[in-house]
């Protein structure tokens, strides 16, 4: 059925000649035209309330039809369920007609087993993961060598993603002496070609503990163009183990998992350092001495670049980082961070924090940063690296004194901004000089020093006199209590 919007009523039906001279004078109408003007208004509105009832008409036939398409679309799918469920009879009884109506799933794992090998070298790029187990089935002399077969895959796949993992069984009888034939596949690198993206960030994860130290010159890459950055755990001696453009990485890390395996030797960590020339950010554990380094003198090693230096132990009983910064000129170097994991006054070396200020004293180092945690501190030191490095601003665990000098003193860290002091201190620390080095570096009264914008007052008491620790801590409180916050 089809609907078409009509109108009975013509544009025309205004225009009468009789009645066009009103259009153009102000005069009044006469009694014959007034009448003939009320007879028109009359008519246009029976008109109007004629098409409004047609309105209000095809507004329920529109909702009858609707009703109807809405009854429709149910049957639609009620038959289209009714023709899967018969679909779904037909094909079960196909299946009752052939002869074989059912397989044992071994049968099946059989088959699909051939056909999944088949289709990896038909279409590399439908198989994007290989897991490969080492066992006597799957590398014994026969028709499919699986090493043969890897190495054709990994060729064609070329640009697609691949993931190949390979597992040797421990618990397979024979594994643990494989064919000849079967180590020279798995070991001979020119078997297999592996075309990767090129990579800019490297992480290598060594699983095997101190059995990673046994690889030499291992190439990954045939070439790493925009590797910049390298991280590595558990492997010792990264610069010996793999085969990378050590030149052209510009941040390196290194951890360990294996406290007694894999950790690196300081002289390994200082030879580390020397295969990266372009290093400019290093995270470095170092937790194993290095009698060589003791008795025999060795070459410096300068890092032009480097920029931000991190060490860090978790070990108490020995602290070698200073073998490392010994042997190091970083004249480049703006942050330094030390954190020794726990303060152990039996085991703990003074020498640490000296070898921070030999390695500033080498080279004057511009360090804005100079993070000290969890070690001893020379007082001479400390004195010697603030008037050395005028160019500090965050200088954690600061000792405490007052840094706006007389008219005739040098100023000491004008440029300082986080102020961090924290452990345990003597009873002599003077607060007093405390509060007036923080008020001098909060008022607008000494232009030749940055203001302070972070101050961190943290101080630990022992526990053995905890009268004279209340009266201490008392003391404390009412003097810091004068500084005005709100400045």
């Known amino acids: 059925m089809t609907f078409r919007a009509t109108s009975t009523f013509s544009d025309n039906a205004l225009e009468n000649s009789n009645l066009a001279h009103l259009t153009r004078r102000n005069?009044?109408?006469?009694?014959?035209?007034?009448?003939?003007?009320?007879?028109?208004?009359?008519?246009?509105?029976?008109?109007?309330?004629?098409?409004?009832?047609?309105?209000?008409?095809?507004?329920?036939?529109?909702?009858?039809?609707?009703?109807?398409?809405?009854?429709?679309?149910?049957?639609?799918?009620?038959?289209?369920?009714e023709r899967e469920k018969l679909s779904d009879a037909i094909n079960f009884r196909k299946k009752l007609l052939s002869l074989v109506r059912s397989l044992p799933s071994g049968i099946l794992c059989r088959i699909f087993y051939e056909t999944v090998r088949e289709v990896v070298l038909s279409f590399p790029e439908l198989c994007s993961?290989?897991?490969?187990?080492?066992?006597?089935?799957?590398?014994?002399?026969?028709?499919?060598?699986?090493?043969?077969?890897?190495s054709r895959q990994l060729a064609r796949s070329k640009q697609h993603r691949l993931t190949v993992m390979i597992h040797r069984d421990a618990?397979?009888?024979?594994?643990?002496?494989?064919?000849?034939?079967?180590?020279?596949?798995?070991?001979?690198?020119?078997?297999?070609?592996?075309?990767?993206?090129?990579?800019?960030?490297?992480?290598?994860?060594?699983?095997?503990?101190?059995?990673?130290?046994?690889?030499?010159?291992?190439?990954?890459?045939?070439?790493?163009?925009?590797?910049?950055?390298?991280?590595?755990?558990?492997?010792?001696?990264?610069?010996?183990?793999?085969?990378?453009?050590?030149?052209?990485?510009?941040?390196?890390?290194?951890?360990?998992?294996?406290?007694?395996?894999?950790?690196?030797?300081?002289?390994e960590i200082v030879d580390q350092l020397r295969s990266m020339p372009n290093i400019e950010e290093c995270h470095l554990r170092c937790e194993s001495w290095d009698?060589?380094?003791?008795?025999?003198?060795?070459a410096q090693v300068i890092c032009r670049?480097?920029?931000?230096?991190?060490?860090?132990?978790?070990?108490?009983?020995?602290?070698?980082?200073?073998q490392v910064l010994n042997q190091l000129t970083t004249p480049a170097l703006s942050t330094l961070f030390f954190d020794g994991w726990t303060f152990n006054k039996e085991f703990d070396v003074d020498n640490t924090f000296t070898a921070i200020r030999n390695l500033i004293d080498r080279f004057y180092c511009p360090s804005t940063r100079l993070r000290f945690i969890h070690g001893l501190?020379?007082?001479?030191?400390?004195?010697?690296?603030?008037?050395?490095?005028?160019t500090l601003s965050f200088f954690d665990k600061l000792t405490i004194r007052r840094t706006v000098p007389s008219a005739d003193a040098v100023t000491l860290l004008p440029r300082l901004r986080v102020f961090v002091l924290s452990g345990i201190m003597s009873e002599d620390v003077d607060s007093e000089g405390s509060v007036g080095m923080i008020e001098s570096r909060c008022r607008p009264v000494n232009t030749a020093v940055t203001w302070l914008e972070t101050v961190v007052l943290l101080r630990l008491f022992s526990k053995r006199n905890q009268t004279k620790t209340?009266?201490?801590l008392y003391l404390d409180w009412t003097t810091f209590t004068r500084l005005d916050v709100t400045q």
């Open 171 to 267: 618990e397979e009888k024979n594994t643990g002496s494989l064919p000849s034939h079967v180590l020279c596949c798995i070991f001979i690198p020119a078997t297999v070609t592996v075309i990767l993206p090129i990579p800019e960030h490297l992480i290598l994860l060594s699983t095997d503990g101190g059995e990673m130290s046994e690889l030499e010159g291992t190439v990954l890459f045939d070439g790493a163009p925009k590797l910049r950055t390298i991280e590595v755990m558990d492997i010792k001696y990264p610069s010996r183990s793999f085969t990378l453009p050590w030149n052209q990485i510009i941040g390196f890390r290194s951890d360990h998992a294996f406290l007694h395996d894999a950790h690196p030797s300081a002289l």
């Open 377 to 390: 501190v020379l007082t001479e030191c400390i004195l010697s690296t603030i008037c050395l490095t005028p």
């Open 291 to 298: 009698t060589s380094l003791i008795d025999e003198e060795q």
């Open 305 to 322: 670049e480097l920029r931000l230096l991190n060490f860090s132990m978790r070990l108490t009983h020995q602290r070698p980082s200073f």
């Open 470 to 472: 209340f009266l201490r």
């Open 129 to 150: 993961y290989l897991n490969v187990i080492v066992t006597d089935n799957n590398f014994f002399m026969r028709t499919y060598r699986y090493m043969r077969l890897l």
């Open 27 to 81: 005069e009044e109408t006469l009694p014959a035209e007034a009448a003939t003007l009320k007879g028109m208004i009359d008519e246009y509105s029976e008109c109007m309330t004629a098409l409004d009832s047609r309105v209000v008409n095809l507004g329920e036939l529109q909702t009858t039809f609707l009703q109807q398409v809405s009854l429709i679309d149910n049957e639609v799918e009620h038959i289209l369920a």
